[in-house]
């Protein structure tokens, strides 16, 4: 985890994005936390994600940066302006949830995806919101290379891996993530033991191996 990404776990706490307690996931799955990137929804905290992002993103050989509507499409456009300002600008692209049948038409919006092309989402539960993309990147032309996402649960899925590993491995592409389930518990360790004490239990008892 890299200093960006410690300093996003902190504005996510700060600002509700990231909250501890008991929820029920989507799937029915209990949680001690829940991850709302929407609700980092001003220009510093975008910023930080951002930063975060681009961290991952500046060594990593592509050639268009992806984002998935619609989370990904504020966040793609800011870690392009972030990359540009520490030397390196790529294009990038996302897409529309209704094609557009006027003007230029379709469902992708900015540049040409073709090439290797990187992905960026917030969070990977059952993979297939991410999933789709590729599939959209792959039929505008494009390879997919990379997948960045902030948060990876580290939860087993109905293969016994988690949704990140599954997806590296069904779609053979590289995925990283800004941080994990183990990072947040170590970094609420010392102002919220309880809290951190809560997720490993929750990872020793739905965890992937």
Not at 201 to 209: Q, S, V
Request: charged share 20%; aromatic share 6%; net charge negative.
């Amino acid at each position: 985890m890299t200093p960006a990404a410690e300093t996003l776990i902190q504005t996510a706490l700060e600002r509700g994005a990231l909250r501890l307690g008991d929820f029920t996931l989507k799937s029915g799955r209990p949680s001690p936390y829940f991850f709302n990137f929407g609700a980092l929804d001003d220009g510093d905290a975008l910023l930080q994600a951002a930063e975060a992002y681009a961290d991952l993103l500046m060594p990593a050989e592509f050639d268009v940066l992806f984002g998935p509507a619609y989370k990904g499409i504020p966040l793609v456009a800011a870690i392009a302006v972030v990359m540009a300002r520490r030397g390196r600008s790529v294009a990038y692209a996302y897409n529309r949830k209704e094609a557009k049948t006027h003007g230029e038409g379709g469902n992708l919006v900015g540049a040409p995806v073709d090439g290797r092309v990187a992905l960026v989402d917030d969070v990977v539960t059952a993979g297939t919101a991410i999933r789709q993309a590729i599939d959209m990147v792959r039929a505008a032309g494009g390879t997919p290379t990379l997948a960045v996402v902030a948060l990876d649960r580290q939860e087993a899925g109905p293969d016994g891996l988690s949704p990140l590993a599954s997806l590296a491995d069904q779609e053979q592409i590289d995925v990283r993530s800004l941080f994990t389930a183990g990072d947040v518990a170590d970094s609420v360790e010392a102002s919220q033991p309880d809290a951190a004490s809560a997720i490993r239990r929750h990872l020793g008892e739905y965890g992937a191996g």
